[in-house]
């Protein structure tokens, strides 16, 4: 029999983990100058380090599947148990953490607004789009219909953006990357010289009408001809040709090609900014290279996939059904925070805040920035700050898309709510305005704005009714299901309710939290009054159980007062059953056992006839 092999502390330790592995940390986010404003609180571009959570019944005794329980003080207080790790085991022999509710709740927040994610656009293109009502291209889909269709949408290079290295990079870069693929380029080159002869042989042998040839040997080509065509690209000016073939070598990423305007500036304005032709004087022929349609030449490429893994809508074009109103022509709107007005802006522009995302407000012909509505826009203070507004300055504006940019920043596109009667829909669904549906409605409030934003028009007021609370199946199944599982945990405190309802499961949102803890505290109330349709009826009984956990005024074991006689009537068996366990001091009095006849039972409709002969 092979005894059992001696396991190393550190296989021991892994064998014993439940936490086997965590993701590399990726590079801090970069910043924008080296005078750029920075903040320990302030929440970062993107998160770095992988965020982890557990289950409430662990999280109170601080199991996190770590080497070590975490501490009760510091990871109980947050109502949202999530934290990241950025050491498993440091020199202090503690577990280095902090709190990712920042990145954890911008999360949930950017899913609750539902943006289709996209790549970003130029201005023109933009404006063109939305004029034109023409969704956003997604990063999940495919386009093979196009010649450049791979370079529209490639976001990973292997070789590096250019024009964001340094001098001294760069020259790091080139000896010890480029100089040692020096024989990999020239025979790259040689199939680049050998495509371009069958090219031309195929195109002089179907001028002359002759056998159009397959193949050209790479093997006939010497490095000679590779240097003499490398020669004539650098004598004849063609850096195009020479930039493209080697960027498709070395898989460089697009650089966006340089602006001409800089020309008209002094050498000490253009600073490094120095292009100079073949005769060392600056000569526009030779600076020609031509755009790419690929998104991120001009800043770079992203750090991650162009979705960064927030979201996997493809598009916005579906249709939300309002449960009283029915279909709507447009989105639900949000509110935003103005951050900033016009009036501080550069160029005039402002920012304002969603969801924990800073975008800027949109520009162009649209409803803000039309001068019919600079009175309404000044009482939202869009245009100056207004310290008497309580909470600050608010804004309705469309959720439209959001694309990721080159230094990974999650940047939302809004539109500016064009029809009045969206935002009342709004404001009634979160209770900030008067019903506009039932007894309750405004009639005379609707009589201004005709309903644009709706497909359905509102009923008449003869066709008014008085409608409850709204709730889906999802919400009521969601509510006695928790219940029947974690009886013994809820109480009839809603608060309390909402959460533990965030400690056992994944909601996607807070309204539906709120939703299916609203009504949990709803059925546990029921369930103290009585039985409650469609719930386990052993909880029931549990519960009833519970309530007549008390002590009686009279005993049922006293046989004195709860009968006449003062004796526990008995039939012979259970006397003598009484006399074999040691109960022969209760007084008993024998009752024979009767069995109650049913009385016979006629049929329905009588007796049945005579059979015939």
């Given amino acids: 029999m092979a005894t059992a092999r001696s396991v190393s502390p550190g296989g021991a330790l892994l064998r014993a983990s439940r936490l086997f592995s965590m993701p590399t940390p990726l590079p801090p986010c970069k910043t924008v100058g080296a005078e750029a404003p920075r903040s320990d609180t302030a929440t970062k571009n993107y998160p770095t380090h992988q965020a982890i959570t557990t289950l409430g019944s ?33 020199a202090e022999q503690i577990t280095d953490y902090s709190s990712a509710t920042d990145h954890g709740v911008t999360l949930q927040k950017f899913q609750e607004l539902r943006l289709p994610l996209s790549y970003p656009a130029a201005q023109e293109d933009g404006r063109a789009r939305r004029g034109l009502n023409i969704p956003m291209r997604s990063v999940f889909d495919e386009d093979s219909t196009g010649r450049n269709a791979d370079i529209a949408t490639k976001w990973k290079f292997e070789g590096p953006w250019l024009a964001g290295m340094s001098l001294g990079d760069f020259n790091k870069w080139v000896e010890k990357q480029v100089k040692p693929r020096r024989i990999e380029f020239h025979a790259f080159m040689k199939e680049k010289i050998a495509t371009r002869r069958l090219e031309s042989a195929k195109k002089a042998a179907l001028e002359r009408g002759e056998r159009i040839p397959d193949v050209v040997d790479t093997a006939s ?40 305007a800089d020309f008209a500036l002094s050498p000490f304005q253009r600073g490094n900014q120095s292009f100079f032709g073949s005769n060392g004087t600056t000569d526009r022929k030779h600076l020609e290279i031509k755009a790419s349609p690929n998104p991120y030449e001009k800043y770079g490429p992203p750090p991650s996939h162009p979705s960064a893994g927030i979201s996997y809508l493809r598009t916005n074009m579906y249709l939300d059904n309002h449960p009283v109103y029915g279909p709507q022509a447009v989105h639900p709107p949000v509110q935003a925070r103005v951050l900033r007005p016009k009036s501080k802006g550069i160029q005039g522009t402002s920012k304002i805040g969603v969801a924990g995302f800073v975008a800027t407000n949109p520009s162009g012909d ?11 826009i000044a009482k939202d203070s869009l245009l100056s700050f207004d310290p008497t507004i309580e909470g600050g300055a608010k804004l309705w504006v469309h959720p439209k898309y959001a694309f990721v940019d080159s230094f990974g920043r999650v940047r939302p596109v809004f539109e500016d709510v064009q ?14 305005a008067k019903p506009q549906f039932g007894e309750g409605r405004n009639q005379p409030q609707l009589q201004p704005f005709p309903p644009v934003g ?89 519960e009833r159980e519970r309530k007549d956990q008390y002590v009686p005024e009279i005993s049922a074991l006293d046989f004195a007062q709860n009968s006449e006689s003062g004796q526990l009537d008995v039939d012979t068996e259970t006397k003598d059953l009484l006399k074999h366990l040691g109960f022969d001091s209760i007084p008993v009095n024998v009752v024979p056992v009767t069995q109650a006849q049913a009385p016979e039972r006629g049929r329905r409709f009588g007796d049945r006839p005579p059979r015939r002969d």
């Fill in 419 to 432: 029809s009045e009667q969206s935002r009342l829909v709004a404001l009634e669904s979160v209770g900030e």
């Fill in 366 to 376: 649209t409803h803000s920035n039309l001068p019919a509505n600079q009175k309404s």
């Fill in 454 to 542: 709706c497909v359905n028009r509102l009923a008449a007021p003869h066709q008014a009714v008085k409608m409850g609370r709204v709730r889906t199946k999802t919400v009521k199944k969601s509510a006695k299901v928790i219940i029947e599982r974690y009886y013994p945990k809820l109480t009839l405190d809603f608060e309390t309710n909402k959460r533990i309802c965030d400690e056992i499961a994944i909601i996607a949102s807070k309204r539906l939290r709120n939703k299916i803890a609203g009504y949990t505290t709803h059925l546990m109330k029921r369930i103290q009054r009585g039985p409650v349709r469609g719930i386990s009826f052993k909880l029931q009984e549990e």
């Fill in 58 to 90: 662990a999280r109170k005794v601080g199991d996190w599947g770590l080497k070590r329980p975490l501490p009760l003080g510091k990871t109980t207080k947050s109502g949202q148990a999530i934290v990241r790790v950025k050491a498993i085991d440091s």
């Fill in 221 to 260: 080509i010497t490095d000679e001809q590779v240097t003499d065509y490398l020669q004539e690209l650098r004598s004849s000016g063609n850096y195009q040709e020479l930039y493209d073939t080697v960027g498709e070598f070395l898989d460089l990423a697009p650089v966006a090609p340089p602006d001409f």
